[in-house]
């Protein structure tokens, strides 16, 4: 038998470190896995739907992977047992070369029916694979698993902590009222919470809604005339109090944005756009002049979210523009300084600094800025000089 090469001995062993340095990070992703909490409660169940489906793919997938983890770490002990002999025979080599690199691994033997064989063929078949084929195969079925326990996870995460803050309110409410609108809420709340612990990836999140708005409605109906008039007065003038601080944010995003026109791309600049919010709420004040209470609360409160919305994205907006604009001004204040400097060694028409310079100044100097090109101008150039400074201050040490 003919040994392998020293270059396919060397391919093997490389391999093999490979193979032992994924199986100890296989090892520490499994156990992390074995621990994640939404595992251990798919794995408690029952699970129904959409999840039951894609938990059993992933548990599939588990007894894929740890039946490979078995057959890689036992090919691994065996094949490190033969390569640390001290006689290392030819046939040895071939063989731990085969293990290493080769389809040395059997996935499974299947018997063939007698009545599919040939007079020659074979009664069993055997599917193998090399190492590097299982480890890739595991990665996969990692990803299954992960993907689903990770989606369930998020969705526990999220929605259990509100579904508890619903169903406080609900006992709150149920203990000050009796409503048609609780009942229902109720019904829903149940369906809700059961869809949610046993099929997380299939429960609908908008039925949590639902219920928040009949939590509303019963809380309306409850509320008597004067005290539904006495809330909701104050937060129609809380409403307008947020008109006023919309309409300072769209004063303060307007001049950051003429500030920045011009001196940088249109693309660069942020701009907030929208529909004017002032006569959705002429028409709440309209409905609260006429005395239609029960009709303002939900409206109210869509008006409020969308009226908060728009000031973050003002301000947003306006800081951005006048980032811009103060990174520009940050930058030519460096480059004047480090020119500066330039100038006091002597360096401000050494050959290498000047071209740097002109294209860091035509950078910031030129419309419209590229804030990250004309900063990357300045460092290049700040980094000139002070290379420049540094070898003429060693040069003028060793003089």
């Excluded at 944010?249 to 942020?270: H, K, L």
């Excluded at 919010?277 to 409905?287: E, G, I, N, S």
Aim: glycine share 6%.
């Amino acid at each position: 038998m003919t040994a392998p090469t020293q270059h396919l001995l060397g391919r093997a062993d490389s391999e093999l470190l490979r193979l032992e340095a994924a199986a100890a990070a296989v090892a520490a992703n499994l156990v992390d896995l074995d621990d994640n909490t939404a595992r251990k409660d798919l794995d408690k169940g029952p699970l129904t739907g959409r999840t039951a489906a894609a938990w059993a793919d992933a548990t599939a997938a588990l007894t894929r992977l740890w039946d490979g983890y078995g057959m890689l770490t036992a090919l691994i002990t065996s094949a490190r047992s033969v390569r640390n002999q001290r006689r290392f025979t030819d046939a040895e080599k071939t063989a731990y070369v085969h293990q290493v690199l080769g389809r040395s691994i059997t996935l499974s033997t299947t018997t063939v029916p007698l009545a599919q064989r040939g007079l020659l063929g074979a009664g069993q078949v055997s599917t193998t694979c090399t190492p590097a084929e299982l480890l890739a195969a595991m990665e996969a079925a990692f990803k299954t698993a992960v993907d689903v326990a990770v989606r369930a996870g998020d969705v526990w995460h999220r929605l259990m902590p509100e579904a508890a803050t619903v169903a406080s309110s609900l006992a709150h409410l149920r203990g000050l009222t009796r409503s048609a609108a609780l009942d229902e809420a109720d019904r829903r709340l149940g369906d809700f919470t059961s869809a949610l612990a046993s099929d997380p990836l299939g429960c609908d999140e908008q039925a949590l809604a639902t219920v928040r708005t009949l939590l509303d409605r019963a809380d309306a109906e409850r509320t008597s005339a004067g005290e539904l008039r006495e809330t909701l007065t104050q937060r129609l003038a809380d409403a307008h109090a947020l008109l006023d601080q919309l309409a300072e944010a769209a004063r303060a995003a307007a001049v950051a944005e003429q500030n920045a026109a011009g001196r940088f791309a249109d693309s660069a600049i942020a701009v907030v756009s929208g529909l004017d919010l002032r006569p959705d709420l002429a028409a709440l004040d309209a409905l609260a002049a006429a005395g239609h209470w029960a009709l303002i609360s939900p409206r109210l409160a869509e008006w409020s979210r969308r009226a908060r919305e728009r000031i973050a994205a003002l301000r947003d907006a306006a800081a951005r523009n006048a980032g811009m604009l103060a990174a520009r001004n940050e930058l030519r204040g460096r480059l004047d300084a480090y020119q500066a400097k330039a100038g006091r060694r002597g360096l401000a028409e050494d050959p290498a600094l000047a071209p740097l310079a002109e294209r860091a100044r035509d950078a910031l100097y030129t419309a419209p800025c590229d804030v990250d090109a004309a900063r990357a101008a300045v460092n290049a150039y700040q980094d000139a000089v002070a290379r420049l400074t540094a070898t003429t201050t060693a040069r003028d040490g060793l003089l």
